[in-house]
């Protein structure tokens, strides 16, 4: 098993060992640990969608120290969050779980066409911390996407120097894509090899659609013969697309589903060689032990294709 | 009492020491000193809303010395205002009560539909002045909300490495959100959240009526029976969303008004496990003997509670 | 008369000996010294108003070194003007009188509805040309309000901890006001609180009219019964409105008048306890005789209250 | 077992939760993983007394790689060496093994009385190469020990504010002790002292004999009746030196012995309530086999008392 | 007599005004103020020799504000002091009077053949207290002496930089010359030089005697018959060699004298042109009203040469 996470730590090679020793500590640790595959808790929809809509459900989870004990009890490999809830179990939690500290965060009372985040922790936030990663969001395709862009190519050299890995969320959104574009197949594979050429060492997606949305892309998935109707499909055109699977690319899975509907959707993940899932408002708004099982369920699916 | 102080600054583990000292210095301050209770007297309306407005009504109040005096002969766990403010008593008054430097402040000679305060003063200044903590006052909502939490970003990680605690006014507005909405429960909750994910010690928002503004959260808030009738449960409620009560969430009466009026308001923060209050122009307006009385009263609230 | 210093001086506290060492220069030089009373000569209208509008009248005053002489002929307390006008005299007049660096000015080629003036000179100027203080000029009400008050915010702080004493011009203007509210009491009362707030060791205003511009504004000045129907009322007013009297802050007399006029205004100015006089146009414009003549007068006004 | 390393971890309230996280990492890793007990693989032979002294008995120790292996496969809590030894593995090694870097080293072409080893690497090094921890050496007693404890000072400050460990070394020598001095209780605990007053979270001294060095240390001892004639009772005593047991301190063999000399010190060090060994030439100089089996021999000594 | 202080100030033509405003401020000060002449009060002799040594014979001196006072009263023209004397009465005396600080000073605990001062204070507080000028002392001779130098050329610029003036006392002592070399007027003559080749604005030396130190001096002395038998020869002698006249070279007296004594000297530093005297123990030992005397009848010797 080790193995195979000394293979994907050789695609890293222009990265210092520091930053090595984080990718590492997140590959091996929790239930998936050595495996290669990844499945990550993040809790930023406090600050992304408000309390209530996030935590009402299952109000354990207004509670910060209830994330980081649910990501270790479930055998996560990392917990991500923003500043506040970070801090909040820093201490008791150091060095139980790796944890990824989200530099940039939107919230929701105002909506925008052309979104843009708002820088709201440090690299130095994530040292202090015990973090073993940054994360970052870009918005590919909207009208700030160069702000985004450039914001995080400072906050990923200073990450990188420092050896903590850097976590890219890519979500293509703004005036330019319908609402369909933003999970469409072409959308989602550009916007994953964007993140994969800034220099993010994990890319986080949402999982693809077989809507086109781009009509010069659209030419090229007919004119090659890309083959996009299956979710496993469409998984390993992304993973292609990013660097030819020499990236790690998970996948979210978006709003609250039913169990049947996230596990469905795993399966298409795992079989077309995903890295692993993203799982949030699926994993916390449901009772711990419910929520653990789940998890578990997931990671089942990992390993057997691991 | 002492142990609540204690078992509060337990929630803090993420920050020095040196923040811990501040926070315990406002803690134990005051006739709530050792409670966990608060009660600040803010005076940042002469820049705010401009002086005869401000203080024509309580004249003693043109004079910066009279409100430090006034929160010591009260009882105040501290006192917060701009720079002129402090500057004018930081000599006399040094150690005397905690303080807290307003950074940024908005005047009302021009009105926009998506304010942002200047920032007007520094870490540097509250170091210089002998503060126990910062404050600054975000509008989510507002268009420029996200220059605010940069802003803010930057600011706290610099108190914090300093040692200065750090009081979050969070203030939603915009042109995003309805006149009623800047006070609905749904919004004062998640502005209360976001101040929380943001990294503040202690949060200020307004008392929250039982109006909800957003339709994702109304639909949420039926769904799940989350109770916004009386005051206390929607305070019960406020808390709750920061941080499960692991964060210091103090309420503002907002406009003068007559003291069963206060009280009564202050009864349901005290009800619904607010940690306290401030309170400026209802303290600052009245001539000093009844401003006193008032504060007591409402200090006794709080005591009831404790 | 040395205790009325003394007494100012004890109202900056705050600040370092070495501010006080240059507030006490200013107050106690010229034939005010050890007053109390101020009477500051100020020449920036030739960067503000242009050569000939300037200058022409007088043409002596198109030379820098005549405004030094000026100032130390009529025995005022301090001589402000932008970069230029000083550093063609500093080496000459080097230690002779108190001088003031204007730190930001706006030239008349291009009149906007929101304006904001350039900064043109830093603290480290002010070190290297010997003055007593910096200079700024703030548009409360324009909608680049927050940008002036955020680069005041730096240089008063640069300025204060090299011991530079800050004078801060407060105009109120700007698309949210009319042209006749630029110099209503309100505002004008509101510009000065909003410079004390600002931190400003001396403040200038305009001497203002008894309009009253905002309506909340209004209806407090009628229901508490301020009186502002003299000058003398509104000065009072202004003084008590800039920290009931514990910050200096004198008066600009505007466009060039009659020397009756000058002499009304500051009788008024006097009475109502205003500090001084900052008078440009109405000195320079003059020939030196009479305009140190007009001066001389100006300041035996103040004599007689101080 | 993981609420002895909770507990030990609270003794050190005033550093970060990074700090924290990397000091569980060492205390978690190994045989000896969770119990507080520590064992480590030091190797800075090969600059301090030159490579064919160092490796020549088991050529193996020649190649960097081999003590990572060992490290590892001995089960040990960390690995510490200098720069170009960590550096040469970091990259295979990442993250498998918490590593120290040593950032002082000292080598013996040339011998004084007075010694000082050389910086030679830094705190950026260690982020870089993914380091739990910096190592650095002082000799108290030595004419140039402020020059040592002001470089550990900065480089201390430095560390922790970026989430490193501290591990001191603090090795009394010098023109004023004599060579048994260097070992003597009196002077041992005298040094374990001065490197928690510095800061240090993990101290390494050597076993201590019953010698006592200093007079006036000598007249105390006798007073007191402090017990020194068993190496229990002086470890307990050095422990008890070291903020009576609230910071981590291990011991160190010093030269080559056989495996009974060995195991009876460190039977000493446990029984007298050590938290563990460094254990260099006495582990590398031997065969791998019969290095791994003496380390766990000596790992099972502190197992039986943890 | 305003034209003297413009005539010295033309010698500094490569300085900021800033400077120049300084040494005004001293020039003008006192009852010397606009001859070019100047007393200064030193009281450095509690840090140098011991509070007893210094202030037990005239105990009102052990208070910091005595001499502040003392100054002032006398009509010095400055008062020169280290961090703390300065510190305690800075707020009071604030532009009172010219003060000096002291940057370097040494103790006499331990007495080295090859003397240097510790560096005790900043620019940075020397702008913050408000002082005129920098003071600094150089041991030319010492084998520190190039370290002085060292510390002295950053002092310098960084105070000219900030238009404070720069006082350097020039003391040559150190193994390479004799006691009595000290104040040998070859030596003396030469401290002085330097001190002008350092760039200093005002040289403090010793009243040198007529003994001629070096060897290759002595030779150049009798050759070109330099006078040195008087000390009005040997005061025109250093002030020849500080720049032929144009640089300020004041003169120290040393240990107490009588009256006689004291006044003896001074009026040879008046006939060789000498620009004044700095006089501490002489002043401050005696009871005040005779030390005002006699600093009187000091001012007055100078005065007849004005």
């Known amino acids: ?14 990265d210092h060992p520091g930053v090595l020793k984080n990718l590492r500590w997140m590959l091996e640790s929790g239930r998936l640990g050595g495996t290669g595959k990844m499945v990550i808790l993040p809790v930023d929809q406090g600050f992304e969608h408000g309390p209530a809509r996030s935590f009402a459900k299952n109000p354990a989870g207004y509670d910060p120290l209830y994330h980081y004990q649910l990501a270790i009890d479930a055998g996560c490999n990392a917990y991500a969050a923003p500043l506040g809830f970070l801090e909040a179990g820093a201490r008791q939690f150091a ?6 500290l ?11 066409s052309d979104p843009k985040p ?5 690299v130095e936030d994530a040292l202090r911390l015990g973090c073993a990663a940054v994360g970052f969001t870009i918005y590919p395709g909207s009208a ?19 050896g903590l890995a850097v976590v890219l969320w890519s979500y293509p959104r703004g005036s330019g894509l319908s609402k369909e574009g933003e999970t469409a197949i072409d959308v989602i594979a550009y916007g994953a090899q964007i993140a994969a050429q800034l220099g993010a060492h994990i890319i986080k997606v949402k999982a693809p659609t077989d809507h086109i949305e781009q009509a010069a892309a659209r030419a090229v998935y007919e004119a090659e013969g890309i083959e996009v109707s299956s979710l496993a ?8 697309s990013t660097f030819d699977g020499r990236r790690i690319v998970i996948f979210s899975g978006g ?17 077309g060689g995903g890295f692993g899932s993203i799982m949030g408002r699926n994993a916390f708004q449901r009772p711990k032990g419910e929520a653990i099982e789940l998890l578990h369920s997931v ?3 990992y390993l057997e294709r691991a």
Do not use: C
Not at 95 to 100: A, L, Q, S, V
Not at 118 to 122: C, D, F, L, Q, Y
């Open 255 to 271: 709003a609250a589903k039913d169990t049947d509907g996230v596990l469905a959707e795993v399966r298409g993940i795992a079989a």
């Open 102 to 112: 989200k530099l940039n965060n939107s919230e929701s009372l105002l909506s925008t």
């Open 1 to 14: 098993m080790a193995n195979r996470v000394d293979e994907i730590l050789g695609w890293y090679g222009a």
């Open 118 to 122: 708002a820088v709201t922790a440090s």
């Open 299 to 301: 990671m089942d699916l």
């Open 233 to 240: 499909d469409r998984i390993a055109h992304v993973v292609q």
């Open 95 to 100: 060095g139980r779980i790796p944890t990824i």
């Open 144 to 162: 700030e996407r160069n702000e985004m862009y450039m914001e995080f190519r400072e906050i990923a050299e200073d990450a990188k120097s420092v």
